[in-house]
Structures are given as structure tokens and as C-alpha cells.
């Protein structure tokens, strides 16, 4: 696509953020240069990317002359906003109000207690050792998904995806989850609208080609 912006994606093949942008992007037709970024070699704390995002966080999205973009959900509204066809938001206030709202179910109440910094405290730190993480990991995405499933479920505004039939951020947050779910295969039960949603997801081409068994630096399955 000739005019569109140039982009540098910092990236890593499985983290839950990195799958959400890839998807937005694929989406929206867009494509981003990406520079892997090794989290179990640690080079989210080298000097070099800490000047880029001092939080060592993945993902992380350069434009040309503008300052590094970080946190999935700023970088998801930023694609939107740059280019807004096809939206990922709908176009009411209440609706754009409830996919936010599942969206931060997800990545502010879920994501942020299974990922690899907190596996870091606890199993050196907090005295977890392997099986107690990953107890800790179910109970999460259990916790999580489970209280979606039941807005979901319950909720005239659900239609195909989470709101009405078109993809929004709460399908590709949802999606992200159940993503690296099946990378550390664990998967949580009695989940019907979820799952329903989730193969819709699974057959669309944009979530299709951001699976992380499918990025640069992934085991071979």
C-alpha cells in the first residue's frame, strides 16, 4: 500500500501485546518492520531498548520522526485513529464504552498477572516454584475469562464477535488471551460464547496470520 506510514513493530513471537498489534495491523492492511526482541534471553532490559521503552515492555511501535509508542491498547487506538477503515471501535459512546470495558477485563485485569515479570518475583522472589505458577496462571485466566464469558453470554450487544459482527479491540484483546493460553496449553472450561467467538476469530485471516506459532523466533510445532 503505497503512502501508508513506515513502522518498526519491537516484538516478540508469543507475548500476548506483541499478537494484538500484529492483529490490528493485518486488519487495518497495514505492515510494520519487525525487530525481535528475545524476552527469555533478556534483551527487553539491554541498554539499547530500554531507551526505546523504559519499561522493557513488548510490544513496542516506532514511526518515522515520532517518539516510540508503548502499551497495546494506546497502540490499537492509534491504528484506529490513523486509519480508521475498517473501525475497531463502534461508532456509539456506549458501545465504544462496553468494548473498552471487555477489553481492559482482559488486558488490565488478566494479562498483567501472568506475564513473564511476575512469573520472575514470584518463582525467585515469592517462593513459587513451576506447578505453583502455573496454579497461579489457571486461576487468572479461570478468573478472567470466566467473568466475560458471563457479560458475554448475558448481553444483547454480543453478536458473531464480542460486539455485533465485526472485529473490534475486545476480539483481538479476548483473542490475544486465549492465544498465549494455547501457548503454555492451558485452556479454562465451560466458556460456550467464548469459544463460539474465538473460532469466528480463528477463521478470519488478520487473527490467522498473528498466530505466534506462525512469527520469526518461534519453536517449530
Same mark, same amino acid.
Given at each position: 500500500?503505497?503512502?501508508?506510514?513506515?513502522?518498526?513493530?519491537?516484538?516478540?513471537?508469543?507475548? @500476548?501485546?506483541? #499478537?494484538?498489534?500484529?492483529?490490528?495491523?493485518?486488519?487495518?492492511g497495514l505492515q510494520a518492520d519487525e525487530r525481535f526482541i528475545n524476552i527469555d534471553a533478556g534483551d527487553q532490559r539491554s541498554e539499547a531498548y530500554l531507551k526505546i521503552n523504559p519499561l522493557g515492555g513488548i510490544p513496542t511501535l516506532v514511526e518515522a520522526g515520532h517518539p516510540p509508542l508503548t502499551q497495546s491498547s494506546a497502540i490499537l487506538e492509534f491504528l484506529d485513529e490513523i =486509519?480508521?477503515?475498517?473501525?475497531?471501535?463502534?461508532? !456509539?459512546?456506549?458501545?465504544?464504552?462496553? +468494548?473498552?470495558?471487555?477489553a481492559a477485563?482482559? $488486558?488490565?485485569? $488478566? =494479562?498483567?498477572? +501472568?506475564?513473564?515479570?511476575?512469573?520472575? #518475583?514470584?518463582?525467585? $522472589?515469592?517462593?513459587?516454584? !513451576?506447578?505453583?505458577?502455573?496454579?497461579?496462571?489457571? =486461576?487468572?485466566?479461570?478468573?478472567g475469562l470466566a467473568a466475560v464469558e458471563q457479560r458475554l453470554a448475558s448481553e444483547p450487544a454480543t453478536g458473531k464477535f464480542c460486539h455485533g459482527d465485526q472485529p473490534t479491540i475486545a476480539d483481538?484483546?479476548?483473542?490475544?488471551?486465549?492465544? +498465549?493460553?494455547?501457548?503454555?496449553?492451558? @485452556?479454562?472450561?465451560?466458556?460456550?460464547?467464548? !469459544?463460539r467467538i474465538i473460532a469466528t476469530c480463528d477463521a478470519h485471516d488478520a487473527f490467522a496470520k498473528a498466530d505466534p506459532y506462525k512469527q520469526a523466533g518461534a519453536p517449530k510445532v
Amino acid at each position: 500500500m503505497t503512502g501508508q506510514p513506515k513502522f518498526e513493530l519491537f516484538a516478540f513471537w508469543r507475548t @500476548s501485546a506483541t #499478537y494484538r498489534v500484529r492483529v490490528a495491523l493485518n486488519l487495518k492492511g497495514l505492515q510494520a518492520d519487525e525487530r525481535f526482541i528475545n524476552i527469555d534471553a533478556g534483551d527487553q532490559r539491554s541498554e539499547a531498548y530500554l531507551k526505546i521503552n523504559p519499561l522493557g515492555g513488548i510490544p513496542t511501535l516506532v514511526e518515522a520522526g515520532h517518539p516510540p509508542l508503548t502499551q497495546s491498547s494506546a497502540i490499537l487506538e492509534f491504528l484506529d485513529e490513523i =486509519h480508521p477503515s475498517p473501525p475497531l471501535l463502534p461508532a !456509539d459512546p456506549h458501545g465504544r464504552a462496553r +468494548v473498552r470495558g471487555i477489553a481492559a477485563m482482559l $488486558t488490565a485485569d $488478566t =494479562h498483567p498477572m +501472568v506475564t513473564p515479570r511476575i512469573r520472575k #518475583y514470584l518463582t525467585t $522472589t515469592g517462593g513459587f516454584n !513451576d506447578a505453583a505458577f502455573r496454579a497461579w496462571q489457571q =486461576h487468572w485466566f479461570t478468573t478472567g475469562l470466566a467473568a466475560v464469558e458471563q457479560r458475554l453470554a448475558s448481553e444483547p450487544a454480543t453478536g458473531k464477535f464480542c460486539h455485533g459482527d465485526q472485529p473490534t479491540i475486545a476480539d483481538i484483546c479476548l483473542a490475544s488471551i486465549i492465544a +498465549v493460553m494455547r501457548v503454555f496449553k492451558m @485452556s479454562v472450561p465451560d466458556t460456550p460464547t467464548i !469459544d463460539r467467538i474465538i473460532a469466528t476469530c480463528d477463521a478470519h485471516d488478520a487473527f490467522a496470520k498473528a498466530d505466534p506459532y506462525k512469527q520469526a523466533g518461534a519453536p517449530k510445532v
